[in-house]
Structures are given as structure tokens and as C-alpha cells.
T-cell receptor
Framework: AQTVTQSQPEMSVQEAETVTLSCTYD???????LFWYKQPPSRQMILVIR??????QNATENRFSVNFQKAAKSFSLKISDSQLGDTAMYFC??????????FGAGTRLTVKP | GAVVSQHPSWVICKSGTSVKIECRSL??????MFWYRQFPKQSLMLMAT?????????EQGVEKDKFLINHASLTLSTLTVTSAHPEDSSFYIC????????????FGSGTRLTVV
């Protein structure tokens, strides 16, 4: 069975500072993908960053980067230079097989001015 | 980029009536679309997988007769909540993926359903 665990229900960070959101997962599949999605108050799900399991290099997208530890099945998201617009719910998502996607419980991030 | 349009964005209906929610892929074709339900401050719960031209696959515990799914074309899937009750009030979200991409999904903007 595939599972995704986000152990931080809520986090806060001061504007311009750095924050790291944690995620661990479990799967028996060798080929899978990991994602971080953001859901702001508008509730639109927005893809933040993705990582292919077969790639050792950590993915980066501007201020967003991941620390992918395959052996430990860990996939954390680092947000640098936090902005007020980063305030949102963040979901760690595991995709295995062709269509199976599993969502973590989410971490509510608040960026404080 | 891939865009998924979901309509309506919100709807209020009376108990006992039916409501249809549409999910359209605007600039790509999708043989598979997904329907999720999200309760306040919770994660997305997969309800069903919508397959173009065939029956939907429902997750355990989801009532097939209450949540009717139709995927008649490569760009449109619909979710009909039949005989709605107040406990069906929730936020419903669809997602889809272009045929040419093998990972990642684009989500619709969601529909807030309130049954009174």
C-alpha cells in the first residue's frame, strides 16, 4: 500500500525567511513520482514542484526546492525568501503506477509580515 | 499549459434534487479524469476515476448510485450528485492529465456544493 505522511499540521514563518515542510512516504514501487501541491485560500490546487524517483538530483523551482532522500523515503520542501503569497495548504503527493495518486494530510503554512 | 475548467464554482440546491458538475480539459485530451471530495481543512479524498467511454471506477465506500459519473468524450467528465442531502455538502474537485504526459495532474478550480 502507498502512504504519505505529513507530520506538521501547521507551520508559520516570517516573511523573507526560509521554511521546510516535511513529508515521508511508503511504497513498494520502484518507479514513482513525488509532488508538492499548494492550495491557497482560493482552493485552486497548484503544482509547486515535482521529482522523479529515478533522478538523484533534487528538483528546484525558483524559491522552491526539495530534499529527496530515496532510501529514507523522505521528500521535504524548502521555501526560501518566503512571501505572503506563499500562505496556503501544502500537500505532498505520491504517484505510483499509471494513475494512483496519494495525498498527505497537508500542512497549513502561514507567512507572517 | 494544461488547463482544466470546472463548472459551476459554487451551487446551492434543495434536498432531494440533483446537481451536475462539469470538468473540461480545455487544451488537451484526457482518457482519465479524477473526482475528489474535500472536507474543510482536510486533504483530498479520491472518490472515483472517470474513464472515457467506459464505466467509472469508484473508491471503496463511495455510493455509485448517488455520485453518477459520465465521461462521454476525451475532454469532458461530469459528476452528478443525485437526491442530494445536506451531508453531501462539500468541495468537489476534478483533475486530469494530458495523454502525452505520464505524471502530474492539473486540477479544476473546484465546486462548492451546499445542500439546504
Amino acid at each position: 500500500a502507498q502512504t504519505v505522511t505529513q507530520s506538521q499540521p501547521e507551520m508559520s514563518v516570517q516573511e523573507a525567511e526560509t521554511v521546510t515542510l516535511s513529508c515521508t512516504y511508503d511504497t513498494s514501487e520502484s518507479n514513482y513520482y513525488l509532488f508538492w501541491y499548494k492550495q491557497p485560500p482560493s482552493r485552486q490546487m497548484i503544482l509547486v514542484i515535482r521529482q522523479e524517483a529515478y533522478k538523484q538530483q533534487n528538483a528546484t523551482e525558483n524559491r522552491f526546492s526539495v530534499n529527496f532522500q530515496k532510501a529514507a523515503k523522505s521528500f521535504s520542501l524548502k521555501i526560501s525568501d518566503s512571501q505572503l503569497g506563499d500562505t496556503a495548504m501544502y500537500f505532498c503527493v505520491l504517484q505510483t503506477g499509471n494513475n494512483d495518486m496519494r495525498f498527505g494530510a497537508g500542512t497549513r503554512l502561514t507567512v507572517k509580515p | 499549459g494544461a488547463v482544466v475548467s470546472q463548472h459551476p464554482s459554487w451551487v446551492i440546491c434543495k434536498s432531494g434534487t440533483s446537481v451536475k458538475i462539469e470538468c473540461r480539459s480545455l487544451d488537451f485530451q484526457a482518457t482519465t479524469m479524477f473526482w475528489y471530495r474535500q472536507f474543510p481543512k482536510q486533504s483530498l479524498m479520491l472518490m472515483a476515476t472517470s474513464n472515457e467511454g467506459s464505466k467509472a471506477t469508484y473508491e471503496q465506500g463511495v455510493e455509485k448510485d448517488k455520485f453518477l459519473i459520465n465521461h462521454a468524450s476525451l475532454t469532458l467528465s461530469t459528476l452528478t450528485v443525485t437526491s442530494a442531502h445536506p451531508e453531501d455538502s462539500s468541495f468537489y474537485i476534478c483533475s486530469a492529465r494530458p495523454l502525452t504526459v505520464n505524471y502530474g495532474y492539473t486540477f479544476g478550480s473546484g465546486t462548492r456544493l451546499t445542500v439546504v
